[in-house]
């Protein structure tokens, strides 16, 4: 590893390090997440993984021993890293983090193997034995070369811009909260008559539930029941639907734009699962009715991505897992009222990001103005 030159600087009056060398520098927390959040990218559009390590003391935080520890280890891997290597704050005052950019996809226990032999071996000469004893060492990969097909895609230690937003956000989130539950519960008093119509016909014309029940992928990765009215006869098989939507995804990764015609469609055409009944629930998005049950719960949101299904998730690159981090999935979006089943899902994922970096509490009143135009239309609606 090449060797820099390190001017050690004092961490007790809270000041960072100071520059390592005109190249280099300690981060603050902030640039050092948001470095976190570059290399995200860099790797879902290169599909070179990189590799995050995080250490920390070990001693009561602010105390002096974990400031002399702490500053003891940064002098330390700055003089042992690459100049490609990232070293900040991942945690201000508790916690050093080294981005290893530019890794080759191999085996993960001998990179991490590897690493930490480096890294031990270098500390064991810069921290005294308890310093070295109390240390704490934890390495995060992206993307994780492990279990890519896990339904739960969200490290924090990765994932920290998207885990703790902003105080701003945070007060927006809290507005955008307040109009789910306010709106979520007018609209199910209003449309009582209208479910209860809609229950009657699904329970008249074929036998089963009236409620259709399935596993979906909300934010952050984590899992609930998702309700729409059935629209299908019971015990039809998923598996047409699954390897259906797992071709599209895999097949949208090697295709260019060009290429996708009528077969680029979301949603399967001719579907003989659906009902008569069925097919007029779906053409008219009634179907989606009881979701506003969720809302109201806050496992959805009146607006944001389609929530995925979990086999659906096991076919994503990287890069659109972005969908199920970044917002909480809602009843309509982007894609219902400018694209629908028309779009391809690599353009389908795109207005879900285009959704969850633009939004505003009033792009979300615009979408639900434009919802029941889209729903009149039916384009795409299958």
């Given at each position: 590893m090449t060797k820099l030159s390190v001017n050690r600087a004092p961490l007790?009056?809270?000041?960072?390090?100071?520059?390592m060398s005109p190249a280099r520098e300690m981060l603050k927390e902030e640039a050092f997440k948001r470095m976190i959040a570059i290399e995200?990218?860099?790797t879902e559009r290169t599909q070179e993984p990189f590799l995050l390590m995080l250490l920390e003391a070990g001693a009561p935080e602010g105390s002096e021993v974990n400031a002399k520890a702490l500053e003891a280890m940064a002098s330390a891997l700055f003089a042992h890293s690459r100049e490609t290597d990232v070293v900040g704050w991942h945690s201000e005052r508790t916690s050093v983090g080294v981005l290893y950019t530019g890794l080759e996809s191999g085996d993960k226990n001998a990179i991490v193997s590897t690493i930490l032999g480096r890294v031990k071996l270098v500390l064991r000469e810069e921290l005294n034995f308890n310093q070295f004893s109390q240390l704490q060492i934890s390495f995060h990969f992206f993307p994780d070369w492990e279990h890519p097909d896990k339904i739960n895609p969200s490290d924090p230690a990765l994932y920290p811009d998207v885990?703790?937003?902003g105080k701003r956000k945070k007060l927006l989130l809290f507005l955008k909260r307040a109009i789910d539950v306010a709106g979520s519960a007018v609209l199910l008093v209003l449309c009582a008559p209208l479910l209860l119509a809609i229950a009657a016909a699904i329970k008249v014309s074929s036998e089963g539930p009236v409620?259709?029940?399935?596993q979906r992928v909300g934010q952050y990765g984590k899992c609930f029941t998702f309700l729409k009215f059935r629209s299908m006869y019971v015990n039809s098989d998923s598996e047409v639907h699954q390897k259906f939507v797992t071709e599209l995804i895999r097949r949208d990764a090697v295709q260019k734009p060009a290429e996708a015609k009528q077969?680029?469609?979301?949603?399967l055409q001719n579907d003989r699962r659906i009902t008569r009944i069925g097919k007029i629930l779906r053409r008219t998005s009634l179907d989606e009715l009881p979701q506003l049950l969720n809302v109201l719960k806050g496992e959805m949101s009146l607006v944001g991505p389609r929530p995925a299904i979990p086999y659906e998730l096991a076919a994503y690159q990287p890069w659109h897992r972005r969908r199920v981090l970044e917002a909480r999935p809602g009843i309509t979006g982007l894609w219902q009222v400018e694209g629908r089943s028309r779009v391809r899902f690599d353009e389908m994922v795109r207005m879900d990001l285009r959704y969850s970096i633009g939004w505003t509490p009033w792009l979300d009143i615009k979408i639900l103005l434009l919802t029941p135009l889209a729903v009149l239309r039916g384009t795409g609606a299958y």
């Open positions: 007790g009056d809270g000041s960072p390090l100071e520059s995200r990218k860099r885990m703790k937003p409620l259709f029940r399935q077969e680029g469609l979301y949603k």
